[in-house]
């Protein structure tokens, strides 16, 4: 673990991508399984796994193995970080 008080600094890049928030969710479908979304400059990108792609890739392939819960609840938490985001208008440090 990074421990308690750890806190990631402005213009974090991950996975390629500009982060402007990230959260991690597990056992979203039982299997313990542990996701990271990202909220990019360009979009949001989902880490589940060997799988790393956007948040309609990740949905797609969920729904095609028959993990409706899985897909729509990772869709909801991720459209509902990326939302925040806007609202509050973070931006990561990339605005500098």
């Known amino acids: ?3 308690d008080g750890f806190k990631f600094g402005d213009r974090l ?3 390629s991508v500009k982060v402007l928030a990230l959260m991690c969710m597990s056992n979203v479908d039982g299997s313990g399984r542990k ?3 990202i909220v990019h400059t360009e979009g949001i990108k989902v880490r589940a796994g060997c799988f790393a792609g956007s948040l309609d890739e990740f949905c797609d392939r ?3 193995e028959g993990k409706k819960r899985y897909a729509r609840v990772v869709r909801a938490a991720a459209e509902t970080l ?3 985001v806007s609202e509050e208008g973070i931006d990561g440090g990339w605005s500098d």
Do not use: F
């Open 13 to 15: 890049t991950m996975e």
């Open 62 to 64: 969920a729904l095609s």
């Open 82 to 84: 990326a939302d925040v």
């Open 1 to 3: 673990t990074l421990g």
């Open 35 to 37: 996701i990271t979304i």
